[in-house]
């Protein structure tokens, strides 16, 4: 529960924690919503018979209005709302970031020539950036969970 | 590291919150703090000396001998 009960006194110290929940809650929201609104138009504009998944890039069609606009939420939610988001954490929650930065780093440092080795050993399809993109995104939040667990 | 940031917090009657609140923190970090799984960053281990009104050496201990 963050909002305080009329007759409920807080320190001025519980009032400024109550400030910074409700900052983070509203961070998450607009993260989400910027996270659905690029779903939801991608998957439902989507005029094209290609797939981000399978690297099929030559068939992948948007609107282009649609494409500017999503690339306006894209800044916003991989550019502006981090940006904005690192001003706000402490340096507790900033060493969570930085493990989780380094896990998504070396995974892609790592991940692509393997998988570009898989490749050519006929094990895998070939590299593609929407992959290596995967795989910077899936274990960055994989070592930010670790971190968040371990520390 | 050591520390006395609970029973400083204690002695006050500040809950985790309050403490977060007064050294413009998260309280997941003065829990983390507290529970010597976080050392903090030099700036707020003097927010905290200057908080609780004393030299750090009397709030942090790192093992040394003096």
Redesign the interface.
């Known amino acids: 529960m963050i909002w305080n009960s009329k007759d409920e006194v807080l320190g001025p110290g519980e009032t400024r924690t109550r400030q910074r929940q409700r900052r983070q809650i509203f961070y998450i929201g607009v993260a989400a919503l910027f996270g659905g609104v690029i779903g939801f138009s991608t998957g439902f504009f989507d005029e094209g018979t290609g797939s981000l998944f399978s690297g099929d890039w030559e068939n992948i069609k948007l609107p282009p209005a649609l494409a500017l606009g999503l690339v306006v939420l894209l800044l916003g939610g991989f550019l502006v709302l981090p940006l904005w988001g690192f001003r706000m954490i402490d340096d507790y929650k900033r060493e969570h970031n930085f493990i989780g930065f380094t896990g998504g780093c070396v995974s892609v440092l790592a991940g692509y020539p393997i998988w570009a080795v898989l490749y050519a050993g006929g094990f895998a399809p070939p590299p593609h950036a929407f992959g290596i993109f995967g795989i910077a995104y899936v274990s960055m939040i994989l070592a930010f969970l670790y971190a968040r667990w371990r520390l | 590291m050591k520390n006395r940031l609970k029973v400083l917090r204690a002695e006050r009657d500040?809950?985790q919150?309050?403490?977060?609140?007064?050294?413009?923190?998260?309280?997941?970090?003065v829990n983390?703090?507290e529970t010597g799984?976080?050392d903090?960053?030099l700036p707020?281990a003097f927010r905290i000396a200057r908080l609780f009104d004393m030299r750090i050496e009397e709030i942090f201990d790192n093992g040394d001998p003096a």
């Open positions: 500040w809950s919150a309050e403490l977060a609140g007064r050294l413009d923190v998260s309280r997941q970090a983390a703090i799984k976080h903090p960053s707020l």
